[in-house]
Structures are given as structure tokens and as C-alpha cells.
């Protein structure tokens, strides 16, 4: 009994406070005066209702009671509220209303970077002189002297140009080649020793093993550099006995005076290689002694080295390697074969009793150069035409040749070997007519 009266007591005193309980209207308008929502959840949590709200007695100090509820309320919205807002974040999509627009480019309007190679092309047909590169054509005039030394390497390469001997050992090594009778091989018998054919065969089938290699292993031009010489040793044009001496003159610079001139442009290409006839024969040193005595200071090339300087260059190599860039080859050859012609012509001019020999600059013997991109030598003749204009003329399908097989190799020691007989025969004899025997 004591128990029930003191709980009637208890709920009557509860009941006599109603008056004093806080509607969900005023407490939203309690939390909307401290400036802070009620609810600080994402739109997409549930929410109870206001009725579901839990009601509080106030105390006699009203004021303050509300005040500690509002606090405790707020803190405890604001601890859900960053809970939820935590998992919130890592189940909701990002947005990417910040996200970079793209606008794609039509294919019409886009526009590649010009090649500088090909500018250079385009330029040097502007220079002075002025120096084309030409595919051979009816429509090219040829000088004379270029006829004549087009036809005899044609000629020469045509038929008959590897040892009977070696028909054998070529069917075993490049079948593909011979599937039918071949006129590249001898037809009149020709007796070669044994000591001969030995020794041939070993140098070219070293040049193969060596370029095969380059090529299989992408090998760098420094390392093609090293077959182009073996190429030039095996043609016998590095012996000290030789008329003809290979130089490396890939670090050498050309005479600037001697270069064609650009209002825009600089064309202070080099080559890689070129050939040159060496003070060491005496035939050549015979006819160089004494324009050099007589002549102290004479360039007779286009080079600014001490020692190339003072030997005529007639030929020049420009290697790359496998899938290097033909036509960055054939303007360094250009300009390298433009620059000697200019120094020859200087050297002539001033022994021409007088005339300027503008009318006669096609009676200039032609340069000579090859291109030489992994295993692919092509060939070219450059010259003055009459308007002291330089062109380059080549390749010629029937003059290429390369080092890809034993039967392309033994080709090109023959172009190699024809061209060599070429210099140290007719051209030399006209360099020392026209220009060596009139400066001593």
C-alpha cells in the first residue's frame, strides 16, 4: 500500500507540470533561433516524424533547462549526423559536375608538325646556288661526261660481274636469287686463283655476317659505320698502296664561304665518310708538292680540317641506320658534294686564262656520293648545270646495290671497284690539267 500511494504521488506531481512540456513546435522554433537546422542529414536518411519526438519536464529554472536541452540535442544531432554523413560519402557516386569538358577536334582541322628535312628541301631549290634533288629522267639533262660515266657503270654492272666460280656457293647461301640462269655471273672464262676466290669470298661473307647482324639486333649507325668500312677495305681503297684513301670526316666542318646561301636558312651539314686522294702515292704526292709549296695557304677542298684541306675530296658517304631517314641522307650528301663543287670551281676559275667559266661549269667532272640506310646503298652523281645550279641525280634502280646478301655484296664491290677505277683514271687526269698543273 505504501508503494502505490508514494507512485500516485509521484504521477500526480508529473501530471501538474503539463503546462510546462515543450510541442515539437516550440523546440523546432528553439533550434531555428540558434541558427542551426534540426537535421543535419543527408537527403537521403529517413527521418522520423516531429510526433515521434521525446518530450522534457521543465525544471523551475526554465531558461536555463531549455537551453541545456537545445545543447544536448544539437550535439547529438550533430554526432549522428557526421556518422551518417561518413557512410554517406563512401557508398555515395562522386560527382563530376567539376570535370573538364572535351571538345574533339574534327580530323579536317588537325594539322601535323612540318618536316624539317623536307623544308630544308624546299629551301636549298631557293639557295645560291641553288641545289635540287632529281629522280633520273628523260627530262634531266645530263652533261656529257655524266652520260659517259652513267652508261660505263650501267654497263658494267649488267652482266658478268661475279666469278663463275662462286655459282655454286651462291645457290647454296641466296637460293631465292637463282631460280633461273643468271647473267650476273662470268661468261667468258676468266681465270681467277684459287688464293683469290678464297679470300673474296671470306671478306664478303664477313661483310654479310656483320650487316646481319647490325640488322637483326637494331644495331646503331656507329655500328653500321664499321660494316661501310669493311664494304670500302674489301674494294681496296684503305690500303697505303691506294691511289684512293677513305677518311673520316663526321666531326670535320665545311668551309662556310663554300656553302649555299639562304637569306633564312644555315646548311652546316656533315657527311660521314669521304674518299680522297692520298698524299701518300706518289703519284699524288708528285702532283701536290709543288702547289703546295707554291701555295701555302691553298684549300684544295671544301674541308676546314689541317689535313683534308689540303686533298682534293671527290666522294662521300652518308651512313644510317636501319629505318633512318633517306632524305635527311641525300641533303647532307647535297650539301657536302654543292660545297665541293664551289671549292673546285673556285680552283679552276682562277686557271682559266681570265674567263669567269660561267659558260663552261658542265665540264666540271660531277661528284660522287652514296646514301647508305642500314643495308640499302643507293648511288648518286651531282654536278653543275650552266647556270652554276647544282643537281643531284639519283638513285638509280640498276646502280643500287647493299649488303642484304652474298650476290648484292660482290655487286657492290663492283660498282665500288668501277667507280674507284673512274677517279684515279679520267677524273684525275682532268684535275691535274685543269686545276693541279696550273697552280704550282
Known sequence: MQDSKSNRFLLTS????????????????????????????????????????????????????????????????????????????????????NRPILNPTPPSSRQRSPSPTRKVLSQLRLARPSLRVCQPDIRVVQPPRVQQLRSMLVKKLSSGVIPRNFETRLRNVDPDLFEEPSSLFETAPTMHSTLYLDNLWKLTDKIYNEARRCYDNHL????????????????DLDQDSAMLRVHSIQTQSIE?????????????????????????????????????KANPDLALSQMTDAYTSTVPLVCCLKVKERGGDYNEAIVQLGIWCTAGLERLRGLWVRTSD??????????????????????????????????????????????NAGTGSHTEILILLSLIQSVKRWLEGEYWAWLCENVLDKWR
Open 14 to 97: 508529473w501530471l501538474s507540470t503539463a503546462d510546462d512540456w515543450l510541442s515539437p513546435t516550440e523546440l523546432q522554433q528553439e533550434l531555428q533561433q540558434q541558427d542551426q537546422s534540426p537535421f543535419l542529414l543527408s537527403q537521403s536518411t529517413l527521418v522520423s516524424p516531429p510526433s515521434q519526438y521525446s518530450f522534457t519536464v521543465r525544471n523551475p529554472t526554465k531558461g536555463r533547462s531549455r537551453k541545456r536541452l537545445v545543447s544536448e540535442m544539437n550535439q547529438e544531432t550533430a554526432s549522428n549526423a557526421s556518422g551518417e554523413s561518413t557512410r554517406t560519402t563512401t557508398t555515395s557516386t562522386p560527382s563530376f559536375h
Open 220 to 235: 646503331d649507325e656507329s655500328a653500321w659505320m664499321k660494316v661501310v668500312n669493311n664494304v670500302l677495305e674489301a674494294a
Open 354 to 399: 681570265g674567263s669567269d667559266g660561267n659558260s663552261e661549269l658542265e665540264e666540271l667532272p660531277p661528284f660522287l656520293g652514296w646514301t647508305v640506310v642500314g643495308h640499302d646503298w643507293k648511288f648518286h652523281i651531282v654536278w653543275k648545270d650552266a647556270s652554276g645550279n647544282v643537281i643531284v641525280l639519283g638513285p638509280w634502280r640498276v646502280l
Open 256 to 292: 662556310p664561304v663554300f656553302l649555299p646561301k639562304h637569306t633564312s636558312q644555315s646548311f652546316a651539314k656533315k657527311a660521314d665518310l669521304a674518299l680522297a686522294f692520298s698524299s701518300d702515292h706518289p703519284k699524288v704526292a708528285a702532283a701536290l708538292e709543288p702547289v703546295h
